[in-house]
């Protein structure tokens, strides 16, 4: 494993696949097909678009103009931030790979994984130029700023939802319909998820209270 | 070490300095709680704008009978005619000197109408000749009296379809303007303030406030039946509480009991500004909308919004407004923007019970209470005065001087966001762009961020405008010249000649 780190090839092997993230930006059907279906994509060019996304998100709140973007620092908790990209994100690949893997769904959990994170390249892609944009502008010149980062959200929504279709091997009407359950399925994850916390919170202060009351009574 | 004590001596210089410029008014343990809100809606204390520097009562002035439900304050010059509601007399003070208070007159009845005897009146103005005019409430008319209240004529119940006919006409706040017309709030007319021309007659209703209703309220009300949309509550216009004219013939006018919901959505507003259309031309530029308190919790038992009831307006369009709900007094600036809010429900000097009415002589306040039967006078602190010199020297275009008065505010609370926006306005104009920006971007003042920009920006572009055309042809040619070479080498490289 550590081996292929030396080796030459993996770099342009690497490079190519962090390449070919363009190439889906412009062309997603065919390019998400290659993704997985002909091994053009790598699981470290995902993980490498995925952490420039999470630093443009960090970037992004200390770079852009106060004009378009005004932080109130003492509230900002970075991880809780970061967790809102990485926790969707998680909900998403589950919950898509478990509904499409039922029903017919050629991709696997990494492929999700992979394809997703390809499909969020347009993000930093337009969000970097236009934070440093931002701040040549006036107000009454920055109507473009939330047009722009509007479409840069769009497009990267567009892109997932393609990349699912590719890799599953769907139709249209059938990606769209698995699109929609596995946002329930990700809202129902967040429900169980909320009540396995609050059930485990109340099983340790049960216990807790328990071992308080026999201290008290020893 | 040496660094150190030289630190610390340049620290001991500056506090002396500091504390010779700006002689700090005796006022130590006594406080109003002044504070403003910065751009994030949190709460900033800040210093006192303002000091009580005495209270009135009916002892301190000499008079015999106390004052009993005291409904309104005027101020005509260096004259203060408090209404004193309850005993159907008007008392006018005169201010002999800062501090000093006499009675010049005293009186409840006029000379030569019908029925001179005033009954419950409830404001009084003067109007530019001299004239008096009294809201007679309980008589129901108003009425004109010369300087040495000989009767001229009255103002009675306008006739309006609009108004029924077996109302009783009761007015309760009145202004005249320069031409001798008059404009009248009344209890039970909520079709905006009536206006009188100077002869008498009336000439219809002035500034509504538009009717706030919500879209569920309104489609419940499609469906009800007769009955259930009887005991319905109908969509009016709220009447006004108080009216106040300013230098240039503006009406201020607040409307205090206003609903939270509409007071958030912004639908009413509980200060307006009318013009002689009747329209709100209050400038509301502010980070947040002109309603007192942004935080409506009930802390001592007290709940909602701040309810205006009385508002006045000094010669350069700060206005001043008294919220009778929690007791405090809220300053804002020719912009809206809020400059200070002090005080409270209390019985401190400086507090109030059931405040009525708030007046001003040149920047000094006077509050009446209607409960306590007293007036409180503020003064305006060191850090107040500062405030107000500083917006009267950016007025009359002293921007040098504005900017040294803002950084002395600024030195006595450096958290007060005007004074840095102040700042930068004063630079602004002295054209000191990049500076300018600054002090916009510290304290999130966009639009003038943009103004400054936009001129640092054009200048900028005029100084390096060679910089900037050399590094677009060389962004072209440098391309378009390597490319040239390449062509060139590709051929030489391929020609047939160099074959062998």
């Known amino acids: 494993m550590l081996k292929a780190l030396t080796k030459k090839e993996t770099y342009i092997r690497y490079l190519k696949s962090l390449k070919f993230s363009l190439y889906c930006m412009t062309h997603p059907l065919d390019g998400f097909w290659d993704l997985t279906h002909e091994k053009r994509g790598t699981y470290a060019a995902a993980n490498t678009i995925l952490i420039i996304t999470l630093i443009t998100r960090i970037l992004k709140l200390r770079f852009t103009s106060f004009l378009f973007i005004q932080v109130y620092w003492e509230d900002i908790n970075i991880f809780l931030y970061l967790a809102s990209i990485l926790f969707p994100l998680a909900l998403w690949v589950v919950g898509n790979w478990g509904l499409t893997t039922l029903f017919d769904g050629k991709g696997r959990l990494g492929q999700v994984y992979m394809a997703t994170c390809y499909g969020m390249a347009p993000y930093p892609i337009i969000q970097i130029p236009l934070m440093i944009v931002s701040n040549f502008v006036t107000i009454e010149e920055g109507q473009f700023y939330s047009v722009l980062s509007m479409i840069s959200l769009i497009y990267c929504a567009l892109l997932i939802v393609a990349a699912m279709g590719q890799i599953h091997d769907y139709s249209f009407g059938k990606n769209i319909l698995f699109t929609i359950a596995s946002l329930f399925a990700m809202l129902i994850m967040v429900f169980i998820l909320m009540i396995f916390f609050s059930m485990v919170s109340q099983g340790v202060a049960y216990f807790v209270s328990l071992a308080r009351e026999l201290m008290f009574r020893i | 070490m040496k660094n150190k004590l030289l630190r610390f001596g340049l620290m001991a210089a500056s506090a002396l300095t500091v504390a010779l410029a700006f002689p700090m008014t005796a006022q130590a343990g006594e406080t109003n709680y002044t504070y403003v809100y910065d751009y994030w809606e949190d709460v900033q204390e800040c210093p006192d704008t303002y000091t009580v520097s005495r209270t009135l009562t009916y002892k301190d002035l000499g008079l015999e009978q106390n004052f009993k439900n005291p409904e309104s304050l005027y101020v005509s010059g260096n004259k203060l005619y408090v209404v004193d509601t309850g005993n159907n007399r008007i008392v006018v003070l005169e201010r002999k000197s800062a501090d000093e208070f006499t009675v010049v007159d005293e009186f409840n009845s006029i000379k030569g109408s019908d029925i001179n005897e005033l009954n419950s009146p409830s404001d009084i103005a003067i109007g530019d000749d001299g004239s008096i005019y009294i809201a007679d409430r309980g008589n129901a008319r108003i009425v004109k009296t010369d300087s040495e209240l000989n009767y ?31 404009y009248c709030s009344a209890t039970g007319i909520n079709k905006g303030l009536v206006k009188y021309e100077a002869d008498g007659t009336f000439s219809g209703f002035v500034g509504a406030t538009p009717v706030a209703y919500n879209i569920t309220d309104y489609l419940w009300k499609k469906f009800a039946s007769q009955e259930q949309r009887a005991q319905m509550e109908s969509f009016v216009p709220t009447e006004y509480d108080n009216v106040f004219m300013d ?39 502010g980070d947040y909308p002109v309603y007192g308190d942004l935080y409506w919790s009930g802390g001592g038992g007290i709940t909602g ?21 929690r007791g405090r007094l809220f300053g804002y600036d020719d912009q809206g923007r809020l400059i200070y809010a002090f005080g409270g429900n209390g019985n401190m000097d400086g507090y109030f019970r059931k405040p009525v009415s708030i007046e001003h002589m040149d920047y000094d306040l006077f509050v009446l209470d209607q409960l306590d039967c007293a007036i409180t006078m503020f003064i305006p602190t060191e850090f107040g005065s500062l405030i107000y010199q500083a917006m009267d020297q950016f007025d009359h275009g002293l921007y040098d001087e504005a900017q040294e008065s803002w950084e002395k505010v600024k030195a006595l609370n450096g958290n007060y966001s005007q004074a840095y926006i102040g700042i930068g306005r004063s630079l602004l104009r002295k054209e000191e762009y990049k500076d300018a920006m600054e002090y916009f971007e510290l304290k999130y003042d966009d639009e003038n961020y943009s103004r400054a920009f936009a001129q640092y920006r054009k200048e900028w572009v005029k100084h390096n405008i060679g910089w900037i055309i050399a590094v677009i042809l060389a962004l ?19 020609a047939d000649i160099f074959r062998i």
Do not use: W
């Not at chain 2, 006739?159 to 202004?175: G, L, N, W, Y």
């Not at chain 2, 013009?275 to 509301?284: A, E, K, P, T």
């Open chain 2, 152 to 182: 001229l004529m009255e103002f009675t119940k306008p006739v309006d379809p609009a108004i029924q006919s077996d109302m009783i006409f009761t007015p309760d706040k009145i202004v005249c303007d320069t031409a001798g017309r008059i």
């Open chain 2, 247 to 285: 230098k240039e013939g503006f009406i201020y006018a607040c409307a205090g009991g206003q609903k939270e919901e509409d007071l958030d959505a912004e639908t009413v507003q509980a200060i307006r500004k009318l013009n002689m259309l009747g329209s709100d031309i209050l400038v509301r530029n």
């Open chain 2, 305 to 325: 919004p701040s309810y205006f009831k009385d508002v006045t307006v000094f010669d350069n369009d700060i206005f001043v407004c008294l919220d009778q709900n």
């Open chain 2, 476 to 494: 072209f040619l440098i391309p378009l010249g390597i490319g040239k070479v390449k062509q060139i080498k590709h051929e030489i490289d391929t």
